[in-house]
């Protein structure tokens, strides 16, 4: 029952594949419930931000379980795509797999080293997978370790330091490419995480003027009503918000396009001499490209903040080997588990027996014995407990390091106590080593 991620990013996608294959989190429970039907598929997660898109799995079969994989991510919601994604797609295995999500939970493969977004991503993919039931013991305990390395880095070095995220990189952005803003007026498309820290943001930055629009006003009020000086505009009323702006930055993520050259045009038309600059920080984007073609409006997409803040990135960088350092801990924490998983059946199966045999030859001696008091049979009922306790305690830490040892060995150990015991468990094939081949997809 091979590990394997599946997935794509900002390191080997575009914008425009990656907003194909965007999955909003208001629909991630029915999307990991499709999955489930997948027959080679034994356990599934599902990691979807701005940058990336993967799917952390345990499967029957590697090869069959790949390819199933691949057929859901061309088919879901995106049938009929046009361009090869195998070509966009990358498949770590085993340790690999576990690695690079430890690397993505500390911060250490996003788009801006360290964002304080990412762990909360992470952990809600975990949620969603245990609300659609995708999650098994594997991915759980996967997940759970991820989630205590990502911790561990941000608790214990500077990689989380200073503010760096994709909604104040926007921030920067504008103010890279229009310097002062406290002259400017800024709309803010979206009240969720990254559009109310974006409003934040340039609040922080001294912007003029902030409106916030959403598809729910509330939302947008409340947003607008946390920043003091900022006022909410109806999302169909958006065009004319749009004749007062100069700066537009875009985090809605709808399923379709917010602007276009139709309401954008129109907004111009009201101030053709007057720029507009939209920074497009959703994925999927928010702003049609064809906005770009009006003239005297510029949009720059999510892509475009990647060399953005790298004074800060750089102090960060700093904390890059003590981050490895832990990274590497929690992974071989998570192998030792993966690797004496086998051992658990045969030392139920030996607890079982022993227990049974206990509980049988106590319920004699009572029997034999009607005239002990209550206390004298809990007396006797906990020297027996402790008796077996104490004498499998050795053989269980046996077991379970040699689960972990070699594998020749760790079977023939499984063997022998079945024999010697009359366990009656069959004995399991130990999970392979979760070694670090490059596997292409």
Request: hydrophobic letters at 45%.
């Given at each position: 029952m091979p590990l394997v991620c599946l997935g794509l990013s900002h390191h080997t996608a575009p914008l425009e594949v990656r907003e194909r294959h965007a999955f909003p989190v208001s629909r991630m429970t029915e999307t990991l419930i499709a999955l489930r039907d997948y027959q080679a598929v034994r356990e599934a997660v599902m990691l979807a931000t701005c940058g990336r898109l993967e799917i952390y799995a345990e499967l029957e079969d590697y090869e069959t379980g790949i390819k199933q994989l691949k057929a859901f991510l061309r088919n879901f919601r995106h049938g009929g795509i046009e361009y090869d994604i195998s070509a966009y797609l990358y498949a770590l295995p085993?340790?690999?797999?576990?690695?690079?999500?430890f690397r993505v939970a500390t911060g250490l493969d996003s788009m801006l080293i360290g964002e304080a977004q990412i762990l909360g991503q992470v952990k809600d993919a975990y949620i969603q997978a245990q609300k659609a039931r995708s999650l098994g013991k594997t991915l759980h305990a996967l997940f759970r370790e991820a989630l205590k390395a990502g911790k561990a880095a941000r608790a214990q070095t500077a990689i989380g330091n200073e503010s760096v995220s994709v909604s104040s990189a926007a921030v920067a952005y504008a103010k890279q490419h229009l310097g002062d803003l406290s002259e400017l007026s800024v709309l803010i498309i979206g009240a969720g995480k990254m559009g109310a820290l974006a409003a934040k943001r340039m609040k922080q930055a001294g912007a003029g003027a902030i409106a916030v629009a959403n598809r729910s006003f509330h939302k947008a009020q409340e947003v607008a009503d946390s920043l003091g000086a900022a006022h909410a505009v109806e999302l169909p009323g958006m065009t004319q918000a749009l004749k007062a702006a100069d700066i537009v930055v875009a985090s809605a993520g709808a399923s379709h396009f917010v602007l276009t050259p139709d309401n954008v045009a129109e907004a111009m038309l009201a101030r053709p001499q007057r720029p507009l600059f939209v920074i497009d920080i959703a994925v999927p984007r928010d702003a049609d490209p064809e906005v770009a073609r009006i003239p005297n409006v510029r949009v720059a997409d999510?892509?475009?903040?990647?060399?953005?803040?790298?004074?800060?990135?750089?102090?960060?960088?700093?904390?890059?080997?003590?981050?490895?350092?832990?990274?590497?801990?929690?992974v071989d924490r998570?192998?030792?588990?993966?690797?004496?998983?086998?051992?658990?059946?045969?030392?139920?199966?030996l607890v079982r027996k022993a227990e049974a045999i206990r509980e049988r030859e106590v319920d004699r001696l009572f029997a034999r014995c009607p005239d002990l008091t209550q206390r004298e049979r809990m007396m006797i009922t906990g020297a027996t407990l402790t008796i077996v306790s104490k004498f499998l305690h050795g053989a269980v830490t046996k077991i379970r390091e040699g689960a972990t040892g070699d594998r020749a060995e760790a079977l023939s150990l499984a063997r022998m106590l079945n024999e010697l015991f009359d366990l009656q468990e069959p004995a399991q094939e130990p999970p392979q080593p979760l070694e670090r081949p490059s596997v292409p997809v």
């Open positions: 085993g340790m690999q797999a576990a690695e690079h999500l999510i892509d475009a903040l990647k060399g953005l803040v790298e004074e800060t990135i750089d102090r960060r960088r700093e904390a890059i080997p003590q981050v490895e350092e832990i990274i590497a801990e929690h998570f192998e030792q588990w993966y690797r004496s998983r086998f051992a658990v059946p045969i030392v139920a199966s």
